[in-house]
């Protein structure tokens, strides 16, 4: 890439209360949720840019943001990220709220009314749009994530004609993309709806709709089945997930796939493999846990991102660190394994589950407890020194030893918010899953990396020697 990657839309703040529900009110019959953490992050076209930025990539996001407390806080959250060029908002910021319960939502408040407003010859937002039409010059692609609050319209002349690539995330609320798009991707829901005659299958409404609209290519997402890809031409077929995996929350889904494509036909991708690698992306993304696992921390008096654990003493118990982080109101990660000759997929899973929370606890198989479960020719490495590696690592709170054959008992004193397991693994076959639900955690299974695995370091050893 050469340029920036150019995001143009509608931004918007998303907050999360987080609590938990253990009573309902005495005047209705509804629950109580006690509310322990509030956080908060970009929506909307701002997520999008946020996720972009976050691959390494240099992002310049042309949105629409009110001078109002949620409209400074997005500011905040947002420039230490990414390049924002800020046309005027008539009205106030839109702001979603979910109040969320052991990470199931149970309710979403929305406030603000705000729409873009301003035309290029017009005094007041003149450098605002001579900034955007700079920014669209320079793009190595450029991406339109529309909500339908005007900013894809007041630009829709400028992206016209562009000779790069152009990816167009609809709306329902939102106008039809520009021709010549090199890719619009709609959900399946919103396919459906851009499409005149009646819905048939996936397939059948991509390839109209690339008709339709004039496009390169369409590809409809369709969550945990992937995508159906058609392009001009008559081309078309299925782009699948990568790796069965599920998550808690799909929310930001659809922005982590738009973006991920744009990136790649910006690299140069074909559109297969655009495709291909957001089906990717955005399958790890809600296996990860969505965009409620972003935490974004800014002390702006606008922006207040809700009180953090402090720094943790080294060497502190798991048990410690689970009671200060539920103190603190925040969310606690869990995993376990044997962790035996440590290798670069355990490290890649630890990372990927610390960033779903607050702090991560790993609970380790004693000595006795491996041997009863692999044999007497295992472990390798002892428990002290499996211990001492773990907490070596930056993305590990805690680590807790337990003996028994299985993490449950361990797992009932911790009351972890999350257990994470590697994707070898599925809620059935998972003697500690009841264990989890219990303690009213649920279980969220991340892919692996391909390639790794102890027994297959500890052959590869033995054959070498």
Request: charged fraction near 25%; charge should be neutral; hydrophobic fraction near 40%.
């Amino acid at each position: 890439m050469s340029g920036p990657l150019v995001i143009v839309g509608d931004s918007l703040l998303d907050v999360d209360v987080e609590g938990t529900a253990d009573r309902l009110a005495p005047d209705a019959p509804v629950p109580v949720v006690d509310g322990r953490a509030e956080h908060r992050r970009p929506g909307g076209a701002g997520l999008a840019a946020l996720l972009a930025a976050r691959d390494g990539t240099r992002v310049v996001l042309i949105t629409a943001l009110g001078d109002d407390p949620s409209g400074r806080c997005l500011e905040g959250l947002l420039s230490p990220y990414v390049e924002i060029v800020r046309l005027p908002l008539r009205g106030t910021t839109v702001r979603k709220t979910r109040v969320r319960a052991r990470g199931q939502t149970l309710v979403r408040i929305d406030t603000g009314d705000g729409r873009a407003m301003g035309r290029p010859g017009q005094v007041a937002s003149a450098s605002a749009f001579a900034r955007a039409a700079d920014a669209l010059g320079a793009a190595s692609a450029v991406l339109v994530a529309d909500y339908g609050r005007g900013v894809a319209d007041l630009l829709r002349e400028p992206l016209r004609g562009l000779d790069v690539p152009l990816v167009w995330d609809p709306h329902p609320r939102g106008s039809l993309p520009v021709p010549g798009c090199a890719l619009v991707t709609p959900s399946e829901a919103e396919s459906r709806g851009m499409c005149e005659e009646p819905y048939v299958s996936p397939e059948r409404t991509a390839r109209r709709l690339v008709r339709d609209l004039d496009a390169e290519a369409v590809a409809i997402t369709l969550g945990e089945r992937g995508a159906m890809l058609a392009r001009r031409g008559g081309r078309f077929g299925p782009v699948p997930v990568p790796h069965v995996a599920s998550g808690p929350d799909a929310c930001g889904a659809g922005d982590r796939f738009a973006a991920a494509a744009a990136l790649a036909l910006a690299d140069g991708a074909s559109t297969e493999d655009a495709v291909a690698r957001a089906v990717g992306e955005a399958t790890r993304f809600v296996a990860e846990g969505g965009a409620a696992a972003l935490r974004l921390h800014h002390p702006d008096r606008h922006c207040p991102a809700g009180e953090s654990p402090a720094p943790f003493a080294p060497g502190a118990s798991g048990f410690e660190v689970a009671a200060a982080v539920r103190a603190a109101g925040g969310r606690l990660i869990a995993t376990g394994g044997c962790f035996d000759l440590l290798h670069a997929g355990h490290v890649s899973l630890l990372r990927r589950a610390r960033a779903l929370g607050d702090a991560l606890v790993v609970c380790v198989n004693s000595d006795d407890s491996i041997r009863r479960l692999k044999g007497p020719g295992r472990p390798l490495v002892s428990e002290r020194d499996r211990v001492e590696v773990l907490r070596a690592l930056g993305c590990v709170d805690a680590v807790t030893v337990f003996g028994e054959d299985t993490p449950s008992r361990v797992i009932e004193r911790l009351c972890p918010d999350v257990w994470v397991k590697g994707g070898d693994y599925d809620e059935r076959s998972m003697p500690e899953a009841e264990a989890v639900r219990r303690a009213g955690g649920e279980v969220v299974i991340l892919p692996t990396v391909p390639g790794y695995s102890t027994t297959g370091l500890i052959a590869a050893a033995r054959a070498a020697s």
